[in-house]
């Protein structure tokens, strides 16, 4: 797993290298795997954490609390979250980059406990208008960030989109690059937007040449997924 982590950052360094940019926040994607599996990539020194299930990311923050890390790790909520599940969600994460209405942001906001620094927020925009997919349409991006920044508790920081997944990649450059419009124009209204959340295992290339400032890395990473942690 180390030497997964160490082959994605340097592809991932030479890809940013080569378009210009910084190199892009890697997020390890671990969803479906034990805790024991981040233990040991966070070992490796990756320090940013994706989960798609908050009970799933609690039960894992209560293993690794008895694992005596060395640095705290940082967790970023990437699925979908439901109202009720917002409380926990806004208590437990460092980010919530799977916003998509006005409603989830004033839970957020209502429950970020004053302990903690505010929480940062990605819109999850639906660039492809799959009816499939939850994000919110691109012509809501603007009412929706508004309702975002009127929360206290919670910091405005950009955007977060899953392109539809054809086959051919070349093909999902569109959404990218509509993204990356979004993302410029919300960045010109705000002054904390600073990240563009786009690319996974197969496209995160494609997406760093077109201006993702964060990759979601799974399968890359860790390898196929079991099945679902409980």
């Excluded at 966070?42 to 923050?61: C, I, M, S, T, W």
């Excluded at 994460?93 to 209502?110: E, T």
């Excluded at 660039?127 to 929360?151: I, R």
Aim: proline content about 6%.
């Amino acid at each position: 797993m180390a030497d997964a982590l160490r082959e994605v950052s340097e592809t991932l360094y030479s890809a940013a290298s080569g378009a210009g940019c910084d190199t892009p926040v890697l997020v390890a994607v671990s969803k479906l795997q034990p805790a024991t599996a981040i233990a040991e990539l966070a070992a490796a020194g990756q320090r940013d954490f994706g989960e798609n299930y908050v009970q799933e990311a609690l039960r894992k923050r209560q293993e690794l609390a008895v694992t005596g890390l060395a640095r705290p790790l940082t967790w970023h909520l990437i699925g979908h979250l439901q109202g009720n599940k917002a409380k926990e969600a806004a208590a437990a994460f460092d980010w919530v980059q799977s916003v998509d209405r006005a409603s989830i942001a004033a839970a957020l906001g209502r429950h970020r406990p004053a302990a903690l620094p505010p929480l940062n927020v990605l819109l999850q925009v639906n660039v492809d208008d799959e009816t499939s997919k939850n994000g919110c349409h691109p012509d809501e991006v603007g009412a929706l960030a508004a309702a975002v920044v009127a929360e206290p508790r919670l910091r405005l920081r950009g955007l977060m989109i899953i392109p539809a997944p054809w086959p051919d990649l070349e093909a999902r450059r569109p959404a990218f690059r509509t993204a990356k419009q979004i993302f410029d124009d919300l960045r010109v209204a705000y002054p904390t937007v600073d990240t563009l959340s786009m690319g996974m295992s197969d496209d995160y290339l494609l997406a760093v040449g077109e201006g993702a400032t964060m990759v979601r890395i799974g399968s890359a990473l860790f390898g196929a997924r079991g099945p679902r942690a409980s």
